[in-house]
């Protein structure tokens, strides 16, 4: 290269270096001298008080960052984030223009909390909503690093730990003036660390997300719960008036241990299940999900040990002590997925104490519920042991909580009960009607099991139960 080739380079990148330092020392001047100004335009913006406690620049990540960032209603935190990191454009501000290429999110905590009325604590009150106007503009590539939300609503508590997103290829637009989901447009993957929803646990969520304009896909979801793995996908539609939610899941190897353990603090159980979910619902809130809720709910299990409950020896003892209703014990072996809903109602103390030790070895149980509009219904609900079948049939309705002519039963070998008793009402005061026995006879009910061919034909009796579970003993 040339002494005047050597020259001009030299000038060139003197400019260029100037260009940068003067465009960087722009950028220093307008965070720190418009901090106020900031804080007051995003505090108007969201309708709280928002305070930044420091702002910093970098020369050589090309990035502004705002340091712990609060956020208020009403005197009570919502949102905290430690870091906001701008990242800007370097071809833009050698133009002299100031341009976001990257925001990334460290540490934001969120808390959502419905309040009496129904709203939400982060909602804007109607009046302020019509005078908010503009747009907000995030580029293609926002990233949220160790986040975690707090949901309260009422008594149930949801918990995000550990959040983790990453957007790509999309940009996400917003009206102030219209609702901030129908709105966002992305394309990314999303982490969880642990999910806690009362007492179930989810952890190492993962997930590929996808969603334009209120219609968004969760695909490839994977995590672990209740022991298992599950794997499936989640469809959400919260543009229209009633949002729309369909969700599709496949859960392997459930422990029956974790399963059981919203029914006591002992270990009830050993053995590992398969689920299958299939739910649809339309609504905006939780009591209208559950009106509109449709699907099914199939559990499935084999060779499964249900320690501390002799199941076989309580069932002969039955018609003489009556210790425990016969549908404690039809919730506690065979509801399924659905028992902690019983739980709210049933202790199931006393059907420990009426066991007095051992334990029952399940060969197979199935538990499968059509679910139409808020009602569950038993398709297939039963299980076997070594001596008896034990079937439910009739329904739940989960948006009232009431139980509809929920029957369980020891069915004999063409599915006609032996013994049953049904609960109807709601789940804090059923009403549950006497056990109903094939004959008044003092006999243990295991030799009338025995005896049931010679008493009851399909010709002489209802058949309370004709599913997939085969007789015990074949």
């Known amino acids: 290269m040339s002494p005047g080739s050597r020259k001009y380079l030299f000038i060139g990148c003197a400019i260029v270096l100037v260009v940068l330092v003067s465009g960087y020392l722009g950028v220093i001047y307008m965070v720190h001298s418009s901090k106020p100004r900031l804080e007051h335009e995003i505090s108007m913006s969201l309708g709280m008080p928002v305070t930044i406690d420091k702002v910093a620049v970098s020369f050589l990540s090309s990035s502004v960052s705002a340091k712990k960032i609060g956020i208020k209603k009403n005197d009570s935190k919502v949102s905290s984030i430690d870091t906001l990191q701008v990242k800007l454009d370097l071809s833009a501000l050698l133009k002299g223009k ?3 290429k990257e925001l990334n999110f460290i540490k934001p905590e969120i808390t959502v909390t419905r309040l009496e009325d129904g709203s939400l604590n982060i909602e804007l009150p109607e009046h302020e909503k019509t005078d908010v106007k503009g747009s907000v503009f995030i580029p293609a590539v926002f990233n949220i690093e160790e986040g975690s939300l707090t949901f ?46 009362n ?7 993962k997930s590929h997300i996808q969603g334009t304009n209120g219609n968004y896909l969760f695909e490839s979801i ?9 794997n499936g996908r989640i469809e959400a539609n919260t543009a229209a008036t009633s949002p729309k939610f369909v ?16 029914l006591s603090e002992e270990e009830l159980g050993r053995g590992k299940m398969e689920l299958t979910v299939n739910l649809s619902a339309v609504g905006g809130d939780k009591q209208e999900l559950l009106r509109s809720m449709t699907g099914k709910v ?40 659905l028992g902690p809903a019983l739980t709210k109602t049933y ?6 104490r009426a066991s007095k030790g051992g334990s029952t070895e399940v060969r197979q149980l199935v538990s499968l519920w059509l679910i139409n509009e808020g009602r569950a219904v038993a398709q297939d609900v039963a299980l076997a042991t070594k001596e008896n079948r034990i079937a439910v049939r009739g329904g739940i309705d989960l948006a009232t909580n009431n139980f509809e002519k929920l029957l369980v039963a020891v069915v004999d070998v063409n599915g006609c009960a032996i013994v049953s008793q049904e609960m109807n009402g709601p789940f804090n005061n059923p009403e549950v009607k006497q056990p109903n026995f ?13 005896k049931a061919t010679r008493y009851i034909t399909k010709e002489k009796c209802e058949t309370i139960y004709d599913g997939s579970v085969a007789p015990s003993g074949k």
């Open 438 to 450: 094939i004959e008044s006879a003092a006999g243990p009910i295991i030799n009338i099991f025995k």
């Open 298 to 337: 199939d559990m499935t299990g084999q060779d499964i040990i249900i320690e501390k409950l002799d199941l076989d020896k309580l069932l002969e003892e039955y018609m003489h002590s009556q210790q425990f209703n016969l549908v404690d014990l039809g919730a506690f072996a065979v509801v399924g997925p």
């Open 152 to 197: 309260r609503d009422g008594k149930n508590l949801i918990e995000l730990q550990g959040i983790s997103l990453t957007t790509r290829d999309k940009s996400l637009v917003s009206d102030r003036g219209l609702p901030f989901s129908t709105q966002l447009s992305l394309i990314g993957d999303l982490r969880c660390r642990e999910i806690k929803w």
């Open 199 to 205: 007492k179930t646990v989810i952890r190492d969520f």
């Open 98 to 100: 100031i341009q976001v």
């Open 247 to 262: 969700a599709d899941f496949q859960l392997s190897g459930l422990r029956v241990e974790e399963l059981f353990a919203s």
């Open 347 to 352: 202790d199931f103390s006393g059907v420990l």
């Open 222 to 230: 994977l995590f672990q719960v209740l022991g298992g793995r599950a």
